[in-house]
């Protein structure tokens, strides 16, 4: 149907026109040319005067153009287009200018016409009336470049504003009069002053000027409206009757020689022509729009009849949906009380619709949510729709249900808000199934977020959709700098291969389990992944979790060294027991045999070379126990600063003058708790080792520091406990230890110099003496830039002891109590009774501990019981020490062994109040123990 918006095919004014509508407008053009061309050679033919033809086409012309201002301005009340407002101006200027020529115009009702006209007035006044037109159709043109779809929708937008339609009006019909009112009083007022423009009824070359100048004014006029595109019907009549003004002023005003010439009426004929264009074309438009009304009320009554068949239709169709929808629909006033109620509602809260209908709102609404209703018909009052309210509503049976309401406004004909239509739908499943699904995401989100595994979720692409958190502490990376890039890029290269068959295999339907991939970290290193993998056909994606295997690996290796270490330290302690006892009898009696042949040179030289082979003996087995963790410490307080300045200034001489030595010490206290001659001899062989590695010299560095390993560090190094130490540094600017040695540095007997160098004991004895303290070490070495052993010994909290104090015991010899010396080695048993009698005790002598005991019963003058620890029998040489001491209060202990993890060394430490001898030991210390005891 058409509407208003389609103005366009309903006013010729605002019409586009078509190329039918161009030929015929260029046809009356072409038609008008040729009658001026056929007149112009006769324009100058004098005719007979007939004044009665002036007033008759002048008052016709008058006529035409008021006529055609009417309708002009009638369009403009409908179209609100400035461009009809000048150009209905520009003919409400012609008519009445028309009619003021008449009655200037001389010998037509005066000899010199009407208003106290002069000879001049009537040709000025036709001046002004054809010079004036084309200056409205200029304004006409310039104001018509707008669309026309835009002047429509301007004119539905202004449809109400009737006061400034009619100012408008107003304005340009008491603007049209003024203007043309005050240039006729000027012509007739200063006739005298204004140029003549005929002469004796002929024209002169001054009115030649003024119509040369009026002609090229309409033809300005004309140009500027041709050039205004698209044209509309108006604009092709309005540029014809353009055509047919030039027309006339050439024929009435140009080619004629005076009035009353065939010129003259040719040109006056031009001028009705012209006017009579646009009239007859606004009066087709007025018939066309009167045919086009009268269809247009005949669609509107049938669209009408439709429309209300429609609405009857509609409104049967909603009812029918309203009543079998499965959601509750009730409409209610803005006040509460319920206007409709379908079956859902009736089933949902359980009140039919008798019940219902006419109740108040709340009686679906819990009492504590009154409120709540309220400020919802307020809100629907102002013309707000709710959407997806969740909420709680009664059933008639108490329960309350979870509901999701959306309340749309109600509106009437005129846009009023008149109540609300409420739709709800029982939620109370569904909100169940969305708190467990949301439960349940939140869990799984959880274990994503917070797994020290990495998960990753790739699509059948390979592509990462998700990465866990931990990816950054596994691989380094963020999950943002992972997402997005292929699952390959993080493989390691070799394995990339497997790595996609096990995909494959995913994507086949296998789960995998426990198959290992080695993925790239950030830093480039591999990073060992056991992995688990599976398919999800539905969402197609991969799901992989794998855990790092490195720390476990690092674990096991370590694991496996301390098994190595605990093997040998086992063998190589239980072979220096029996070595010991074996040294015993030969240290002891190489002492007699050299006083024996210390009159004979040659024989005592040879006892000096077994003397000197014992020692070494002797200290190949403490180097032995001290990797076993076997060798009994003595620990005390000390100053480790004291005791590197004085260990540093023994060193200087030994490693020679290559060798510069600097010392770093802590400002602040060092006390440790340790043996302090073992931690001396752990120095000199880390500052010997040291030396070996500069062979060209260097510089040795003995730094010490107060130290707190926290438990970041205690995770990474899984033996060491959390707690302040002392650290004691040694490092030297040597060739370095090679990366494939690190590992083996303190494995015993392992050695990087050459044969006869060194025994490779003594990194192992460095490291056994460290963890039998309860300490920590640390190697770091660079080939090329030199090695740092860094030791951490517990840290004391007690006054530090000198490091030397111990050494100021007195030189004891021997004494006359009787010593009972209880072994199970017959030989050693032999050479330490050989050895204490030599002293000048008296003697005697048990294989075991029962018969000790029995030796101690029938011999109460025994004064020292000197025991071996380890003997063979129910009792030890611990137990043995308890039994005597219930039997004799009075009796004094000292043991001896070669083995020190026994009853009185718990963890390489004797027990308080404990006197050990350990073997192999020479006669003076033996003399010195022995003496201890008694005097204790």
Known sequence: MQNVEDTREIFLSASPATRRDQFVALAAVAISASLFVAAAPFAKVQLAAMPAFVASYQSALALNDLITALLLFSQFVLLRSRALLWLASGYLFTAPAAFLHTLAFPGLFSPT???????????????????????????????????????????????????????????????????????VWFVITYEAALPALISGGTANFALKVVVGATWCVTLAALLLLAQRRPYTILDLWVMVVLCAWLFDLAQSSLLNAARFDLGYYAGRLYGLLAASFVLGVLLADNVGLQSKLTRLLQQQHRQSQNERAHFIARERLLSAVVESSNDAIITLTLHGKITSWNRAAEQLFGYDGSEALGSDIGLIVPTERRGEVDR??????????????????????????DVSLSVPPVLDARGTVIGASKVARDITESKRTRHALSRETEERRRIFETSQDLILIADAQGTLIQVSPSANAILGYRPEEMVGRDAGDFVYPPELESFRSQMLACRGGHDIHNFEAQFLHKEGRAVILNWMASWSEPVQRHFFIGRDLTEKRAAEAQFRQAQKMEAVGQLTGGVAHDFNNILTVITGSIGILAESVADRPELASLAKLIDDSADRGARLTQQLLAFARKQ??????????ALLVETADLLRPTLGEQIEIERILADDPCTALADPDQLATAIVNLALNARDAMPQGGKLTLETASVALDQDYANANSEVAIGDYVMIAVSDTGCGIPPAYLDKVFDPFFSTKGVGKGTGLGLSMVFGFVKQSGGHIKIYSEVGHGTSIKLYLPRSAASSTAATARHDTPDYRGGDETVLVVEDDPLVRQHVIAQVTSLGYRTLAAGNAAEALDVLERHPEIDLLFTDVIMPGAMNGRQLAEAAQKQRRSLKTLFTSGYTENAIVHHGRLDAGVLLLAKPYRKPELARMIRIALDA
Request: aromatic share 6%; net charge neutral.
């Open 113 to 183: 016409g009407l208003m106290g006209s002069g000879p001049q007035t009537a040709v000025w006044i036709y001046m002004i009336w054809h010079g004036g037109f084309p200056l409205f159709v200029a304004a006409y043109a310039l104001h018509s470049h707008r669309s026309i779809h835009e002047s429509v929708q301007d004119s539905i937008k202004r449809s109400f504003q009737v006061a400034s339609v009619s100012r408008s009006l107003l304005l340009a019909i008491v603007g049209v009069s003024i203007a043309l009112t005050t240039l």
């Open 376 to 401: 919802l018909l307020e809100r629907i009052g102002r013309g707000e729709k709710i959407e997806h309210h969740e909420t709680m509503r009664s059933h008639k049976d108490g329960h309350e249900l």
């Open 632 to 641: 009994p410490l003595q620990p005390a307080d000390i100053d480790v600063n």
